[in-house]
């Protein structure tokens, strides 16, 4: 998949305040710009929330791809309903979200209570696979760990499944999916082209958000909220039990991956991770506080909904699939990777544009990079 992030090279100085920032190594500088690797990048968003000189952003779809279709759907995640104190205040943004030139506007909280249900009635150790983020980390980093993500599809293409096959008489149906965090602007065909999804575009919250504003109104369409599928984008509300454990924030997530893969945390059948802090609640295209909105759930009255007939398995072959290599082929590499590191001082300053000495010398063996990006030795031969 591709990244994202939106690189503006005009306004990036090379800083390398977004390199150091990058939890899986996937930015170097090159030719003092900042370049992205698709094959490593898990759209986590940590080096645009420190990039001070505003040279990376994200961007869903515009709400214009509506006029593209004869018949539109919205989809609307529960983690946007926990910044209300009450239904009547989620029913009036539902209304202003119609407004917007949708057809029809659904919460996606009974889906995600399917999704939910689903999750823990596969057996365990199960890894639920929810975020993209913590879903891409497992890929790229701990490969041994895969066989235990869940098979359960996202919330989203479950719907879009449903609403498909409900809508099926009629013509040019376009779903819609708001966004509360940036990883999932790529759960869709546009804009970043993954048509193996059954979502046809993503919108980021943020920036629907000040069209709502502008346009108040005291009419509400009803929203009738699934408890379950509710409370599981809230960490707080999220189900627990002695079986069960939660982690939220990457750093947290990616320690337990690392004490999960050498078996020293075992005793979990079923393991919930999110890269946003408090959960979804806490993602980057939502406008309010996490801190406070984490408690809004307990003044939000909601039903036991249940939608039959869906499949809620994930059909599709992901894209973005791990390379495979033999052992030997991988012991190679490491041997080859620890020669180059023999020549290469170690301070991993990045000053060469990459994250660490390591970084480099597998670059070197990639035949991406030389020796000679290292500044240390050319000033070394220099002087």
Not at 154 to 179: H, M, Q, W
Not at 365 to 382: H, M, P, T, W, Y
Request: hydrophobic share 35%.
């Amino acid at each position: 998949m591709k990244p994202t992030i939106i690189i503006n090279k005009e306004s990036c100085e090379g800083c390398i305040a977004c390199l150091k920032a990058c939890p899986m190594n996937a930015i170097i500088i090159e030719n003092g710009r900042v370049k992205i690797d698709s094959n490593r990048c898990i759209n986590c968003l940590h080096c645009l929330n420190k990039c001070k000189d505003h040279a990376l952003s994200t961007k869903g779809s515009s709400l214009e791809a509506i006029k593209d279709y004869d018949f539109t759907i919205c989809l609307v995640p529960s983690a946007l309903m926990h910044h209300f104190e009450s239904n009547v205040e989620i029913e009036k943004i539902f209304y202003a979200i119609h407004e917007l030139g949708f057809d029809e506007v659904f919460d996606l909280s009974p889906f995600e209570t399917m999704a939910e249900e689903a999750f823990f009635k596969e057996e365990g150790p199960c890894i639920s696979s929810f975020c993209p983020v913590c879903k891409r980390v497992i890929k790229y980093d701990y490969p041994t760990l895969l066989e235990q993500l869940s098979k359960v599809d996202y919330p989203s293409e479950i719907a879009s499944r449903y609403y498909r096959k409900k809508y099926s008489d009629k013509t040019n149906v376009g779903i819609f999916l708001l966004c509360e965090c940036s990883s999932k602007l790529l759960l869709a065909k546009h804009p970043y082209n993954n048509y193996q999804y059954e979502t046809d575009h993503t919108l980021a919250i943020r920036d629907i958000f000040p069209l709502i504003k502008l346009n108040p109104s005291d009419k509400r369409k009803e929203v009738r909220l699934s408890y379950k599928g509710f409370s599981y984008s809230n960490v707080e509300s999220a189900y627990k039990c002695s079986s069960h454990l939660i982690a939220d924030g990457l750093e947290k997530v990616i320690d337990i991956l690392e004490k999960r893969e050498i078996n020293r945390i075992n005793n979990f059948e079923h393991y919930s991770f999110y890269s946003c802090f408090n959960g979804c609640i806490g993602g980057d295209l939502l406008w309010g506080n996490p801190y406070s909105c984490k408690y809004n759930y307990q003044k939000i009255k909601c039903e036991d909904i249940k939608i039959e007939d869906v499949e809620v398995f994930n059909p599709r072959v992901e894209k973005d699939e791990v390379i495979k290599e033999t052992f030997k082929e991988r012991i190679a590499f490491y041997e080859a990777v620890g020669e180059v590191l023999k020549k290469l001082p170690g301070y991993d300053c990045a000053a060469c544009g990459y994250p660490s000495c390591r970084f480099l010398a597998e670059a070197i063996v990639k035949n991406k990079a030389e020796v000679s990006n290292c500044k240390i030795l050319r000033g070394e031969d220099e002087t």
